[in-house]
Structure formats: C-alpha cells, structure tokens
C-alpha cells in the first residue's frame, strides 16, 4: 500500500510537470522517486535581491507544507527541514508557528546564516545535516533530497492534478515599480517590465536570475520559464552584466595575462571549502600551455559556478567562473567524467570561517540600493500572449502535442515527454489560440 501511494504520487508530479525551481530544472518526478531519510526545504533566497522564496513561505506556508509531505510519503523521510535565512524574520516566525503546530513529528525549522552560497544544495546538506555530497555527487548519496520552496508549492499543486503554468518572478533593479509577482509561464519579459513601470533608464540589459549566477538576455522578446527566478533591470555598464558578456578569447587573452596566481578564488570556493578537489586558481594557470596540468583540468567539472571566484574573490577581477565553465565543456565534448571515489570528503578546517556574508557581497555587487525587500502589487498581472519553449528543463526538450490553430485552455497538455527520455511535460498557461509551433517553442494569444 504504502509503495503504490510513493507511485501515486511520483505520477502526479510526473504528470504536472513539475521541475526544479530553484535551478537548472531537474524533473522533481525524477528527483522524489527515492528512498531517503531526510528532505530539506530551501528556502535560503541563494542569490541577492531574489525575495520569492520567502514571499511564499510568509504567505502561503500552509500550500507548501502540503508539498513537502507529500515528499516526505514519497521519499520515505521522517525529517523535514525547512530552511530560511534568519533575516527574513516574518518568514521564519510563520515557519516556527507551522513547526509547533505539526502533529506528525517531521517537520523541523533550520535557521541559516546569511551567507553565499547558503542555497547551494550541497552547501546546505553540510549546513544542516553535517554530511557532505561526495565530488561530483548528489545529495541522494547522503540520504538527502533538496527541494526549493517553490518547487513543493507546485508540488501541492500536483496532488490536486494541478499543473505547473505559473511562477514567481522578482522584478527589481531600475524598474518603476519592483515586485514579487506570480505570471504565466511563456510571459514574454517585455511585457513584465511593462507591467512593472518599464526601465528607468533608456538603454539597459535585463538579466534572467539572480546577479551571481542569472544571465544576460540578448533581448526583452524572450520568454520567463518555469526556472526564471528574477528579472533585474541594469545599466549595460553595470559590473554585474559587464561580467556576463565577455566573449572567450578576451577571457582567455585577459586572464593569461594578469593572473598573478594569488590563491584567493580557490581560498573562497565553496566547493573547495566542503573538500572537493577544484582549485580555481589551478584552473586559471591550466590556460597557460607553458604549465599545461591535465589532472587539473578534470577539476573544473566539480565547479558549481556559483561566481563567488569572480565576483568577490578576485582581487584582479578576474572570471575563475568563466574559465571553468569553458574548460568544463571542451572536457564534456571529449567524453570525460570526473570519477570521483563516492567517498564524504573531509572539509577545509577553515571553511566555518570563510562563509561570504551576503550584504558585503551585494556592496562589491553595487545592487544593495536594489535591496528593496518587495511585495506583490495588488493588481493581477493578465498577459495577451505567451511563448512556451518546449525546452525548460534537464532532459529531452517536450514532444509538441499542439498545431497551429489548436484552441487551447489554460493547464492543457502541449508537449509530452519523448518515450524513455528524462524531461518534464509542458502545458498551457492561458486560454487562447495557438498562433504558431516553430523553433521548440508554442506561442499562443488570447482569443
């Protein structure tokens, strides 16, 4: 019995597309169909200026909860532990109240420092469980699954055979109005920041995420995803964009030239700091064909590119970041894969005082004016149009089930999952007509 409600409910999620929120998008269907002991809820707002996550733990805590029991059944787990930073007091309080109340005897309530990377997930299985992720591991090899909050509020969704159409997105930078507001996915940006008063300024770069990790859109005609976190609205010469589009030889050629090997990327990694075998810095010199180290180019798949190497670490302003992540794909094209021994590796004996206070982070950042906290505005926001790309998640992007002309309504299956492949089912997010299925992505208007 107990086994067909754990399939039950893999099913559900499986059938509303859910897929991680708080990332790259990995099938939570996937992601649950596992026997741990513990899940954790994080809820650790990772990156600067992101408010959706405690915006729906102060909120609509109780629809969450709904989510994280139902991994808990899922997964087996008797402990569930809900993780916010402590500086998001309501937030917090709301969670120890729903604790106090619970009468199952699973659900806890962790309170984090405030530091980055504090939502990155293996950061935050050390945090609260004391266990580390083996190199190039998950989190399911120390009895762990992670879910960000979002992701179990669709999950509680799932169980009512509600699909995933909607997300929250945080509007701020050098907009009108910023905002937590909850859209359509397939949201066209353009028409968000329109909705949220439009640009203060008249030439600016939007970047899709949070300023450490997000990128940089190449135009506001792009959609927002199921995993489009923020919009933030920056002057082009802003630090934060500049140090997202450089093209690779100028990183190359920069990089080669004033890198003078100081040791404080690899000091400050946080993957470095757990115990894994990544030393950005070493990285850095691999460039150099004068000190070629294969074994040392291995190491840059073990990087998170979480950017704390760039961004705060460097004092030459360097991309560690970017050197990885360039090294990391010539490494995947020639079919090489970390084997790494499964085994916990042992932490730096630094690392519990090497943590990345957020506010010092957000003034090197120059987004601390941003730091606005925001709510949701009382007006509902009502697109005309969507663009759904049938791609959204890890995977195989969705098999379109739609033509054009298909009229349509809102939680409507549009793209399935190819036989046998990992991907997530993709649906509708308005009523309407679709207007065109062309390069992987379903558009559709009202009408």
Avoid at 31 to 53: Q, R, W, Y
Avoid at 226 to 236: A, F, M, Q, Y
Avoid at 415 to 423: R, S, Y
């Amino acid at each position: 019995m107990e086994c067909h409600m754990r399939e039950q409910i893999v099913e559900k999620v499986k059938n509303a597309g859910v897929v991680g929120a708080g990332g790259a998008g990995f099938p939570t269907h996937v992601k649950i169909n596992a026997t741990v002991d513990t899940v954790l809820v994080n809820g650790a707002s990772c990156e600067p200026l992101l408010m959706s996550d405690p915006y729906i733990m102060e909120h609509e805590l109780d629809i969450m909860i709904e989510g994280l029991n139902a991994v808990l059944d899922a997964t087996g787990a008797s402990r569930g532990v809900i993780c916010i930073k402590g500086k998001h007091a309501k937030a917090l309080q709301t969670i120890k109240d729903a604790v106090a109340k619970d009468t199952t005897g699973r659900l806890e309530a962790f309170e984090l420092k405030d530091f980055y990377p504090a939502g990155d997930e293996q950061v935050l299985v050390r945090e609260v469980t004391g266990r580390t992720v083996p190199e190039a591991g998950i989190p399911l090899q120390v009895g762990v699954v992670v879910s960000n909050t979002e992701s179990l509020y669709n999950i509680a969704g799932a169980m009512k055979d509600i699909p995933l159409t909607e997300r929250y997105v945080t509007v701020t930078g050098e907009v009108g109005r910023d905002m937590v507001v909850k859209v359509p996915v397939g949201t066209i940006v353009s028409d968000l920041l329109a909705f949220a008063g439009g640009s203060r300024i008249s030439d600016y770069r939007v970047v899709d995420g949070g300023p450490m990790m997000g990128r940089v859109l190449p135009d506001t005609d792009q959609p927002v995803t199921k995993t489009t976190s923020g919009l933030i609205v920056l002057d082009p010469e802003h630090n934060v964009v500049k140090g997202k589009i450089k093209d690779p030889a100028s990183i190359k050629r920069i990089t080669g030239t004033i890198c003078c090997q100081c040791t404080h990327c690899t000091d400050l990694c946080p993957r470095h700091l757990l115990g894994h075998a990544i030393a950005p810095h070493k990285l850095m010199r691999s460039l150099s064909a004068l000190v070629a180290d294969p074994e040392a180019r291995k190491a840059a798949l073990l990087c998170c590119e979480c950017g704390a190497c760039e961004k705060f670490a460097c004092p030459m302003g360097l991309s560690p970041r970017e050197v990885n992540a360039m090294i990391r794909k010539e490494l995947m094209k020639e079919g090489i894969r970390w084997n790494g021994t499964g085994e916990e590796p042992e932490n730096h004996p630094l690392r519990d005082v090497r943590y990345i206070p957020t506010k010092r982070l957000m003034q090197r950042l120059d987004v601390l004016k941003y730091d606005t906290h925001p709510g949701m505005p009382e007006e509902r926001f009502v697109p005309e149009r969507v663009a759904i790309p049938l791609a959204q998640h890890i995977g195989a992007p969705a098999a379109c089930v739609v033509k054009e002309g298909d009229r349509v309504a809102k939680g409507d299956l549009i793209g399935e999952i190819p036989e046998g492949a990992l991907g997530a089912r993709i649906h509708a997010s308005i009523d309407g007509v679709v207007t065109s299925v062309e390069g992987g992505v379903v558009r559709i208007s009202r009408g």
